[in-house]
C-alpha cells in the first residue's frame, strides 16, 4: 500500500511538470511497480524521480526521463518496438503494457548479469509480450525485425545502421546521441529508406552504448 501511495504521488508530480499527457501512458506508469525493478538495497528510492544503479555499473534511469522518451515514442496498442539496453526490464515492461497483448516489445543487452535481472523482473508482473535477449544492440535484431519503432536506452555516437535499417518506413526511434554539445534526445522519423526527421528534445545524461 505504501508503495502504490508513493507510485501515486511520483506520476502526479510528472504528470504536473508536463511531461506525462498520453492517458495510456500514465496509466502504465501507475500500475507498473517501479519497486520491482530496482535492487532490493534501493527498494525505498523506487518512488524518487532518480536514477539508480543496477548492477555492473549500470542505472535504471530516472522516471522522468524514461516520460519524456516514452511520451516521444508514441507507443500503440499492436506495435512492435526493439528496445536497446534492457538493464531493469523496467522501460521495456513500461513499452510491453502500452503496446498491449497484440504488441511485442523486444529488448536487448550485453551485459548477462543484467539479462537475467531484466527477464526475472519482467517475469514477476508478468508480461508475456515482452522478450529479453542477450545481444550487442549495436546489431540491432534481425530476427525479429521489421519493427514499428525503436528506443535505444545507452548514449550512442550516432544511431547504429542496422537499426535504422530494422525499423520499417514510417517508423520512430528515439535515442540518446552525442553531439558536440553533449548528449542530445533525438527523434528520429523514417520517412523513407534515405530521408529522415529529426527532433531534438535536449540534454539527458546516460550510460554509454557500449
Ligand atoms: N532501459 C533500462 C536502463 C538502461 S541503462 C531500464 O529501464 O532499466 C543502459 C543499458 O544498456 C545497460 O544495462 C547496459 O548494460 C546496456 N548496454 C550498453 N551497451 C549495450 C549494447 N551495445 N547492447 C545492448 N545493451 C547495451
Redesign the pocket.
Known sequence: MRFREQRESLVNHLIEVGVLNTPRIIEAFKKMPRHLFVRKDYIRHAYDDIPLP?F?S????QPYTIVVMTEALEPKPGEKIL?????????AALLGYCVGPKGKVIT????PD?VEFAKNNIKGVKLKNVKVIQ????KGYQKESPYDKCMI??ACKEIPKPVIEQVKVGGRIVAPVNNFFGQRMMVVDKLSKKKFKKKDLGSFVF?P??
Do not use: M
Open positions: 543496477t555492473k549500470q542505472t535504471i534511469s528496445e536497446i539496453g534492457a538493464g531493469s526490464g523496467y522501460q536487448l543487452e550485453l551485459e543484467l545481444g550487442d544492440g549495436k536506452t545507452a550510460v552504448l557500449r
